[in-house]
Protein backbone atom coordinates (compact mmCIF):
# COMPACT_ATOMS: atom_id res chain seq x y z
CA UNK A 1 0.00 0.00 0.00
CA UNK A 2 2.73 2.17 1.06
CA UNK A 3 4.38 1.65 -2.41
CA UNK A 4 1.41 2.43 -4.22
CA UNK A 5 1.01 5.91 -2.69
CA UNK A 6 4.51 6.57 -3.21
CA UNK A 7 4.31 5.58 -7.06
CA UNK A 8 0.90 7.49 -7.23
CA UNK A 9 2.61 10.68 -5.56
CA UNK A 10 5.44 10.58 -7.80
CA UNK A 11 3.07 10.19 -11.13
CA UNK A 12 1.34 13.27 -9.37
CA UNK A 13 4.50 15.07 -9.10
CA UNK A 14 6.24 14.54 -12.31
CA UNK A 15 2.68 15.44 -14.24
CA UNK A 16 2.70 18.40 -12.51
CA UNK A 17 5.93 19.53 -13.52
CA UNK A 18 5.72 18.74 -17.39
CA UNK A 19 2.48 20.79 -17.15
CA UNK A 20 4.56 23.87 -15.65
CA UNK A 21 7.49 23.25 -18.01
CA UNK A 22 5.07 23.36 -21.07
CA UNK A 23 3.35 26.92 -19.27
CA UNK A 24 7.03 27.71 -18.99
CA UNK A 25 7.59 26.87 -22.72
CA UNK A 26 4.64 28.93 -24.11
CA UNK A 27 5.07 32.02 -21.95
CA UNK A 28 8.68 31.92 -23.85
CA UNK A 29 7.25 31.61 -27.18
CA UNK A 30 4.81 34.32 -27.07
CA UNK A 31 7.47 36.34 -25.29
CA UNK A 32 9.60 35.90 -28.39
CA UNK A 33 6.59 36.39 -30.93
CA UNK A 34 6.30 40.22 -28.74
CA UNK A 35 9.28 41.10 -29.15
CA UNK A 36 9.04 39.87 -33.07
CA UNK A 37 6.15 42.28 -33.80
CA UNK A 38 7.17 45.07 -31.91
CA UNK A 39 10.09 45.36 -33.31
CA UNK A 40 8.19 44.44 -36.75
CA UNK A 41 6.35 47.97 -35.72
CA UNK A 42 9.19 49.74 -34.32
CA UNK A 43 10.70 49.78 -38.13
CA UNK A 44 7.36 50.62 -39.49
CA UNK A 45 6.64 53.58 -37.64
CA UNK A 46 10.01 54.75 -37.92
CA UNK A 47 9.74 54.29 -41.94
CA UNK A 48 6.61 56.40 -41.60
CA UNK A 49 8.13 58.85 -39.65
CA UNK A 50 11.14 59.68 -42.09
CA UNK A 51 9.04 60.02 -45.04
CA UNK A 52 10.56 61.02 -47.85
CA UNK A 53 14.00 60.64 -45.86
CA UNK A 54 13.98 57.34 -45.93
CA UNK A 55 13.96 57.15 -49.65
CA UNK A 56 17.91 58.05 -49.09
CA UNK A 57 17.51 55.24 -46.06
CA UNK A 58 20.30 52.51 -47.04
CA UNK A 59 18.78 50.19 -44.45
CA UNK A 60 16.86 50.38 -41.46
CA UNK A 61 17.26 48.94 -37.93
CA UNK A 62 15.20 48.86 -34.73
CA UNK A 63 17.47 47.90 -31.34
CA UNK A 64 15.90 47.25 -28.12
CA UNK A 65 16.57 49.80 -25.69
CA UNK A 66 18.16 48.36 -22.16
CA UNK A 67 14.99 48.47 -19.63
CA UNK A 68 12.45 49.14 -22.27
CA UNK A 69 11.31 45.19 -22.78
CA UNK A 70 9.75 45.31 -26.22
CA UNK A 71 7.97 48.48 -26.00
CA UNK A 72 10.73 50.94 -26.20
CA UNK A 73 13.33 50.96 -29.47
CA UNK A 74 16.27 52.62 -30.70
CA UNK A 75 15.81 53.07 -34.54
CA UNK A 76 18.47 53.95 -36.81
CA UNK A 77 18.23 54.86 -40.28
CA UNK A 78 21.26 54.57 -42.39
CA UNK A 79 22.07 57.26 -45.37
CA UNK A 80 25.37 58.08 -46.92
CA UNK A 81 26.64 59.55 -44.97
CA UNK A 82 24.69 60.01 -42.07
CA UNK A 83 22.66 57.74 -39.20
CA UNK A 84 18.84 58.95 -38.62
CA UNK A 85 18.41 57.65 -34.70
CA UNK A 86 15.37 58.36 -33.04
CA UNK A 87 13.68 56.59 -29.79
CA UNK A 88 10.57 54.69 -30.56
CA UNK A 89 7.81 54.07 -28.57
CA UNK A 90 5.42 50.77 -29.81
CA UNK A 91 2.82 52.18 -26.95
CA UNK A 92 1.15 54.46 -27.26
CA UNK A 93 3.52 54.75 -30.74
CA UNK A 94 5.58 57.50 -30.76
CA UNK A 95 8.67 58.48 -32.61
CA UNK A 96 11.09 61.13 -31.59
CA UNK A 97 12.51 63.50 -33.97
CA UNK A 98 15.48 61.97 -35.53
CA UNK A 99 18.91 63.18 -34.42
CA UNK A 100 21.59 62.91 -37.81
CA UNK A 101 24.91 61.29 -36.29
CA UNK A 102 27.84 61.79 -38.71
CA UNK A 103 29.58 58.67 -39.89
CA UNK A 104 32.81 60.56 -39.86
CA UNK A 105 35.59 60.96 -42.48
CA UNK A 106 34.74 59.46 -45.48
CA UNK A 107 36.85 55.84 -46.27
CA UNK A 108 39.10 58.13 -48.56
CA UNK A 109 40.59 60.50 -46.04
CA UNK A 110 44.59 59.45 -45.64
CA UNK A 111 44.61 59.40 -41.95
CA UNK A 112 41.62 56.94 -41.55
CA UNK A 113 43.33 54.71 -44.39
CA UNK A 114 46.18 54.74 -42.43
CA UNK A 115 44.73 53.65 -39.40
CA UNK A 116 41.99 51.49 -41.21
CA UNK A 117 45.10 48.70 -42.03
CA UNK A 118 46.09 48.14 -37.98
CA UNK A 119 44.51 44.67 -36.87
CA UNK A 120 42.08 45.97 -34.11
CA UNK A 121 40.70 48.57 -35.99
CA UNK A 122 39.57 45.83 -38.86
CA UNK A 123 38.42 43.87 -36.21
CA UNK A 124 36.10 46.59 -34.66
CA UNK A 125 34.91 47.19 -38.61
CA UNK A 126 34.44 43.65 -39.05
CA UNK A 127 32.01 43.50 -35.90
CA UNK A 128 30.23 46.89 -36.01
CA UNK A 129 26.90 47.39 -37.68
CA UNK A 130 26.69 51.33 -37.52
CA UNK A 131 30.09 52.83 -37.02
CA UNK A 132 30.94 56.19 -36.22
CA UNK A 133 34.35 57.63 -36.52
CA UNK A 134 35.42 60.94 -34.97
CA UNK A 135 38.51 62.59 -35.47
CA UNK A 136 40.34 65.44 -33.14
CA UNK A 137 43.44 66.82 -32.17
CA UNK A 138 44.07 67.27 -28.21
CA UNK A 139 47.05 69.19 -27.21
CA UNK A 140 49.87 67.33 -29.37
CA UNK A 141 48.23 64.54 -30.30
CA UNK A 142 45.53 63.75 -32.68
CA UNK A 143 42.54 61.01 -31.37
CA UNK A 144 40.43 59.09 -34.07
CA UNK A 145 37.76 57.30 -32.18
CA UNK A 146 35.52 54.58 -33.34
CA UNK A 147 32.53 54.16 -32.05
CA UNK A 148 29.55 51.97 -32.87
CA UNK A 149 26.01 53.05 -32.35
CA UNK A 150 24.42 49.96 -31.17
CA UNK A 151 26.33 50.42 -28.04
CA UNK A 152 27.25 54.07 -28.06
CA UNK A 153 23.36 55.58 -28.22
CA UNK A 154 23.74 59.25 -30.11
CA UNK A 155 27.95 58.18 -30.82
CA UNK A 156 28.62 60.58 -28.38
CA UNK A 157 28.50 58.13 -25.07
CA UNK A 158 31.58 55.96 -24.18
CA UNK A 159 30.84 52.77 -24.35
CA UNK A 160 32.80 49.53 -23.48
CA UNK A 161 33.36 48.41 -27.55
CA UNK A 162 35.11 51.95 -28.44
CA UNK A 163 37.95 52.15 -29.91
CA UNK A 164 40.55 55.02 -30.21
CA UNK A 165 43.74 55.47 -31.66
CA UNK A 166 46.28 58.14 -30.36
CA UNK A 167 48.48 59.50 -32.84
CA UNK A 168 51.32 61.58 -32.38
CA UNK A 169 52.31 64.64 -33.85
CA UNK A 170 54.46 62.73 -36.72
CA UNK A 171 51.09 60.93 -37.63
CA UNK A 172 52.40 57.62 -35.88
CA UNK A 173 50.51 55.62 -33.91
CA UNK A 174 51.21 55.80 -29.78
CA UNK A 175 48.14 53.59 -28.59
CA UNK A 176 45.09 51.76 -29.43
CA UNK A 177 42.72 51.58 -26.59
CA UNK A 178 40.14 48.61 -27.28
CA UNK A 179 38.23 46.68 -25.23
CA UNK A 180 39.64 48.42 -21.74
CA UNK A 181 42.84 47.44 -22.70
CA UNK A 182 46.29 49.27 -23.93
CA UNK A 183 47.20 48.19 -26.92
CA UNK A 184 51.20 49.43 -27.59
CA UNK A 185 52.83 49.15 -31.14
CA UNK A 186 54.92 46.27 -29.83
CA UNK A 187 51.91 44.58 -28.82
CA UNK A 188 51.18 40.97 -31.06
CA UNK A 189 47.74 41.47 -31.69
CA UNK A 190 48.69 45.19 -32.47
Known amino acids: AAARMAVSSAWALGSRAVILGQIGVGIVLGYVALCLVTHAVAQHQMARALGAQMAQGQRLAALPLPGGGPLQWRAIAETDTTYLVSRVAVFPGTVTAPQSIAKGPDAEN ?13 VFQDFARFPVIDASVQEAETIVRYTDLRFSGDGRNRSWFDLTVHLDPTGQVRVIEFLNRLFHPNHPEF
Open 110 to 122: RLIQAINQYRLVR
